[in-house]
């Protein structure tokens, strides 16, 4: 071990002892490997040294699945990234079978979802995004994403142990229609003519007919695949069905899918952030979306300790000292010696989680 200014510190180096803020709370945990994004953090919270494993200590290896503090550690990200590419490899198999008359190996993906969610259990939607993410997989990638976020609000809301692995599923198949629609539309960076956009509308209606004969799989998750984009007012589609004819399932995965569509790169737009993301969600339950849901998504969303660490839109980093739960995307955030009132300095918003929850 030796101690390293932060100044000198390489990306890829991993902390041998835990870095705490000069408050006493807990900023990094052991074992943590440091990005350029980290060097920043510990630079704004004015931490001169860390501690860091020499390139031979045996220990690097020997971290174990939580740390003395109880957050998630090496080897449980390990676990969960090793979990999500065997899924991701799975869907990628699977996906097409129904379109060339195969049938969907459902056994196998309900288990491997049930693994999967086991090995997620320090999961969080707003920034848990696995190493072995890539871009040209949004398909599957999303997929999964969206199946873990509905799994979370599901059991967030209340909803029976019984239904929780089924609203999974229907987050993991919601978008299986999109097998059927052509590449070059749904990457296409230009503006999609009316042809191309009533092509890319029909994905639930090919989802639904891909589903409905599949054995093993409940109604709901078949609904999900055929209304996650009907909205509340009838102004979705592909059948403009209102409130009362939507199943619970599709309305859980239509909020965690616009989440995760929205808060996604993709070869035609950047990222949105979380937080904006969120906001808006608040906005389209006023008619769109299932207003209950909608809260209770983020409310835990947004549910973290004084002390997160956050990045604001013009890159300051600083920690989270208040939020006020009529505004919970808008908390008080300290940097250095400065407040800044999110609620009432609305041209800034905060772009990402950086480490504290």
């Not at 590449?183 to 042809?195: C, F, G, S």
């Not at 055929?226 to 979705?236: K, N």
Request: with cysteine; charged share 25%.
């Amino acid at each position: 071990m030796q101690n390293v200014g932060v100044s000198q510190v390489k990306p890829g180096s991993r902390l041998s002892e835990h870095v705490l803020t000069r408050r006493g709370t807990l900023l990094f945990e052991k074992g943590r490997m440091l990005s350029e994004t980290d060097k920043e953090v510990l630079q704004a919270f004015l931490i001169p040294s860390v501690m860091i494993y020499d390139p031979g200590d045996q220990e690097q290896g020997t971290e174990h699945s939580e740390s003395d503090d109880g957050s998630v550690t090496l080897q449980g990200r390990a676990d969960f990234d090793l979990a999500f590419k065997e899924m991701r490899n799975l869907l990628r198999k699977a996906f097409p079978l129904p379109a060339a008359g195969q049938p969907l190996p459902i056994l196998e993906i309900r288990t491997k979802l049930i693994q999967l969610i086991e090995a997620a259990e320090g999961y969080h939607p707003l920034f848990c995004d696995p190493a072995s993410v890539r871009g040209e997989d949004y398909l599957y990638n999303n997929s999964i994403y969206v199946s873990l976020s509905s799994y979370l609000l599901a059991k967030w809301h209340g909803f029976s142990e019984k239904d929780l692995v089924p609203v999974a599923l229907a987050g993991l198949l919601h978008d299986i229609g999109n097998t059927k629609v052509d590449p070059a539309i749904l990457e296409k960076n230009a503006t999609l003519a009316p042809a191309e956009r009533e092509e890319i509308r029909r994905h639930p209606t090919y989802g639904y007919v891909l589903l409905k004969n599949a054995p093993g799989i409940n109604e709901g998750v078949k609904l999900a695949a055929l209304q996650h984009h009907e909205r509340e007012d009838g102004s979705g589609y592909p059948m403009r069905v209102k409130a009362d004819k939507i199943h619970p399932y599709a309305k859980i995965v239509a909020i965690t899918d616009v989440f995760h569509a929205m808060t996604s790169n993709r070869s035609y737009k950047r990222a949105d952030s979380p937080y904006l993301v969120l906001e808006q969600l608040h906005q389209e339950s006023f008619g769109k979306l299932e207003p209950a849901l909608v809260r209770t998504f983020i409310e835990r969303m947004t549910q973290f300790t004084n002390g997160t660490l956050v990045k604001i839109s013009d890159g300051r980093i600083g920690e989270i000292i208040f939020t006020d739960r009529s505004n919970p995307t808008r908390p008080m955030v300290k940097v250095g010696d400065l407040i800044v009132n999110l609620a009432q300095e609305r041209q800034y918003f905060i772009r990402e989680v950086v480490a504290g929850i």
